[in-house]
């Protein structure tokens, strides 16, 4: 294996992008309309959030598993005219990666402003779990190794790393359950979420088994909904209607060796993370004990607790502590998925959480509090279910986005 | 080319995929072959066009034992092809090579994939995967597809010691 090599970057360009607005669609199983509806949607919720014009926006990027609509059709919608647009594949962890890209084309003089958006009927059409078409597609060339073994939905391909986990640091499934919990308990604070209801450790343990170690209500939920963040120089994001989320630093889709079959190289309980962070604090210039919330990407319970894990956020083998000790929870010291997360409030391969710790960083969540009379909200700090969910003095917030145990992405921000 | 329908997915090996087909008929031989670089001398799994420790392309296929212990696993109970439900909860395997394991550094292994079968390469019945978990010792056998595709499968090694309690999920889910 080729040595490991310093990737740290210059860090010229540490705080100098921002993103100026975020929105999204209602999340929904059965959304009735083609992503091109959708993402047209989000991107003009993006838009109005920022109270930018259409003139002001001149690049576009998305990414999907070929199950979307590309910029140019969205573009052309909102009358946007484009001096920049990539559509590029790719599922979770390309949000973060797609943002660092877009700074990058800003940076290079390609364009100014660049919306990142993901459009997908996620339950609808190609559902994100891996049934329906999906499960009837021919398989060929190197997927033969892997799908007639009955291996290929998400939950089947990482059940392998969380139980060698399970079996080296003795992980447990109501430690790991917990994850589902309290981000429930911050759904009901949601609006928006899909999944509001609160829930138990023993809800969780008693839900049926999907593949060991995943109860169903270890796996998040398929919904169909389009989302979008607005990226800029930092500079001019202050000509725009909210407080900007400022960005530190990004990681973008870090790998671990041979993610071809990244199992080849142990431990196979050790995540991307385990690479990210060597790259992600020193860009960002600060450690875990600086950031006041976290997005763990949570397509499954165990998702976010070996990612924080090996990220730092405890001691390797402790993220089963960590997750279960209620630091997670709303009103403690780094709430985690305060939206609900992939778990509860809807699957948008990662933009949502970065999204809600946008407007955790503006101070102006959309919870259930009340609003003054310039539509600024109340927030009460009440975290019982349909009350608030604002983080109090949130100034650093940081994603951890995962496509596979092997690969990941990255993304610190700070209040504007 | 290769090709079959297995457990109603139709299974494919170009013909210019020779890499893929070379393994794959190598496993309708029950003849388990592994690509073995003509510079570093290391195996590699799986197939692949160069060798990842020292980037030569060049190398040899060479037999290697289908012998192993299993590193870590799935357990399906809720299949998504129709022709898997019947045969749920299912294992899928991840089996450390006793050839090479260790190596070139120690947490590198040969980790062969494959459900856990009956002797005749079958999907296992749930009596069998109760006996299943990480640590136990396993050998190969194949599952045949079509000419010149056959998938590698693992069964219990009846004439190795197995571990007392292989390592276990903790929570049994409808006896399993
Ligand atoms: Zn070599």
Known sequence: MTPDVDATAPKFLRDKYAII??????????SNLTTRALGTWAVKNAMEDAGIPA????????????????????????????????????????????IGLAI???????????????????????????????????????????????????GQNFSPSFMRHMYDYGTTPEQVAMVKVIHSEHASNNPKAYYKQRLTVDDVLNSRMIVKPLHLLDCCVETDNATAVIVTRAERAYDYRNTPARILAVAGRVCKPRIDMHFQHG????????????????????????????????AFTFTSMLQLEDYGFCKKGEGG??????????????????????????????????IENVRQLRGEVDDYCPVDDQDRKQHTFDYSGGACRQVPDANISMNLGWAMPGTGSSMVMRKG | MPEGEYRGMNLTILDVDHENVAYFGHCADHDFHLQKCT???????????????????????????????????????????PQFREKAPYMILIVDLDTQKGQPTEHEALRVAGNLATPDGDLAPPEL???????????MVFADV???????????????????????????YNGV
Request: proline share 6%.
């Open chain 2, 146 to 172: 079509g000419e010149g595709l056959s998938l590698p499968m693992w069964t219990l090694d009846e004439d190795a010691e197995q571990p007392e309690n292989p390592w276990r999920y903790p929570q049994e």
């Open chain 1, 104 to 154: 990058g084309a800003i940076e290079a003089g390609m364009c100014n402003t660049v919306v990142v958006f993901r459009s997908m009927n996620g339950y609808s059409q190609v559902r994100i779990g891996g049934t329906g078409a999906r499960a009837r597609a021919p398989v060929g060339g190197d997927a033969v190794h892997t799908a007639p073994y009955g291996w290929f939905s998400a």
């Open chain 2, 39 to 81: 510079s570093c001398g290391l195996l590699r799994y799986p197939p692949g066009t160069a060798c990842p420790w020292c980037q030569n392309r060049e190398f040899e296929w060479t037999a290697v034992e289908g012998k192993g212990t299993v590193h870590s696993y799935g357990e399906v109970h809720q299949a998504i092809q």
């Open chain 1, 267 to 298: 431990p196979i309980s050790t995540v991307a993370g385990y690479y990210i962070k060597d790259i992600i604090w020193p860009n960002a210039g600060v450690g875990p004990e600086d950031i006041d919330l976290t997005g763990a990407y949570d």
């Open chain 2, 129 to 139: 995967v109760r006996q299943v978990g990480i640590g136990s010792r396993m050998r």
């Open chain 1, 55 to 98: 003139s002001e926006v001149d690049g576009m990027m998305s990414y999907s598993n070929n199950d979307s609509t590309p910029s140019p059709m969205i573009a052309g919608d909102l009358g946007i005219r484009l001096n920049f647009y990539m559509d590029v594949y790719g599922g979770g962890s390309s949000s973060e990666a797609l």
């Open chain 1, 21 to 30: 607005g975020v929105g999204e669609t209602t999340y929904t199983r059965g």
């Open chain 1, 321 to 354: 502590d960590y997750v279960s000790s209620g630091i997670m929870r709303l009103g403690n010291e780094r709430p985690n998925n305060t939206s609900g997360g992939h778990l509860c409030e809807g699957y948008t391969h990662g933009m949502n959480m970065i």
